[in-house]
């Protein structure tokens, strides 16, 4: 799929706005630091914010990829495999080696069947559900993009066939099941649930049909309705009518920001530099948080500073990320230049 300008910047911003949140949340939950700017915004979490963010860019992406194609279910498979497992797997062998070498007996007395989770990638999403399990890497939304990856031909069947009836159905469906959802029942917090994010990745998957026709009025309308529900508490105290709007206004963050930054496209300078970025967020993903955890204690020990806590951990996840995304893409070199003399050598036996 060609580069898409908008989605690379809000993908980039998306992930730094997360990665700042988690920081945060190491801050305030385990060192009881007060004033940290990126833990909490007036209605919402900055970390809630970029999720749902991510959540659209999925659906846009795969719009983009799929939505006027005839549909290869084999090759949409294998593609999306290969773009999430792999790397995750090999990042999860290095963290796996660092916490075995620090704690040999943390593992013990979890039930090894229980490594399936880890397996699919769902042990994040499934760790209040199905503790203990391996769960020391990436978070719960890798398993939420995992299951909407999975729906996703389910969604474009409907989408290509009855847009509107799906949009329709969709809506009724999100509020139904966000009305009646309940945390106790399920064990999983509404904000990290499948039920919460489903409706931004097919938003995300409608999203392209509509862009082009979004005028300056509506960009500056959405950007309003944005800023004021990120500066402006709202008062609700209902978790389940709070999501809604949360995600409501995500959306209309969302499209705003897409407008807007989509000026900027022909700037060579900025698109080459959101281009290459984007390329590190899913690496950043599934490393920042043992980073953080690693680091953010002695940073803050001996700085004392927020700000240094921000600027140190974040420069390490970048670091680290870069150096990991290149020894994955060496590794996909060799394994491939393996493949190529193993299958050379199988045809020349053959001949």
């Given amino acids: 799929m060609k580069r898409i300008f908008y989605l690379d910047f809000i993908r980039v911003i998306s992930c730094l706005i997360v990665v700042l949140f988690h920081i945060s949340c190491y801050l305030v939950d385990v060192l009881n630091v007060k004033g940290c700017i990126f833990y ?36 949409y498979i294998k593609k999306r495999f290969l773009g999430i497992y792999p790397m995750f797997w090999i990042a999860y062998f290095l963290v796996f080696l660092y ?49 909407c990856y999975a729906l996703f031909p389910i969604i474009l069947y409907f989408f290509k066939r009855f847009p509107k009836l799906l949009a329709v159905f969709s809506i009724i469906t999100y509020v139904i099941l966000i009305l009646l959802f309940d945390s106790e029942y399920t064990h999983i917090n509404i904000d990290m649930s499948v039920t919460a994010h489903l409706i931004e990745f097919i938003f995300g998957i409608y999203y ?35 999501r809604m709007i949360t995600t409501l206004c995500n959306i209309f963050g969302f499209v705003s920001i897409s407008y807007f930054v989509n000026l900027l496209k022909n700037c060579q300078k900025i698109y080459s530099v959101f281009n290459a970025s984007s390329k590190l967020t899913y690496s950043v993903f599934l490393l920042h948080h043992i980073i953080i955890y690693v680091l953010t204690m002695k940073v803050y020990n001996i700085t004392n500073s927020i700000t240094g806590v921000y600027i140190i951990d974040l420069i390490a996840v970048i670091l680290a990320s870069f150096l990991f995304y290149y020894l994955y893409k060496l590794l996909c070199i060799v394994c491939k230049k393996i493949l190529f003399n193993i299958r050379k050598g199988e045809k020349i036996g053959t001949d």
Avoid: H, M
């Fill in 208 to 242: 392209v049909k509509y862009y082009d026709k979004i005028r300056l009025s509506g960009g500056i309308l959405a950007g309003l309705v944005f800023i004021i529900f990120l500066f402006v508490p709202f008062g609700i105290k209902n978790t389940n009518i709070s």
């Fill in 40 to 75: 909490l915004s007036a209605n919402t979490s900055w970390g809630a914010i970029g999720v749902s963010f991510f959540f659209i860019i999925s659906g846009v992406a795969l719009s983009y990829s799929y939505g006027e194609k005839n549909f290869d279910l084999k090759k």
């Fill in 99 to 147: 916490q075995i070498l620090k704690d040999p007996a943390q593992f013990s007395n979890i039930p090894v069947f229980n490594f399936i989770y880890t397996i699919f990638g769902l042990d994040g999403y499934l760790y209040t559900v199905a503790a203990p399990n391996f769960y020391i890497l990436g978070e719960w939304f890798l398993g939420v993009i995992i299951i």
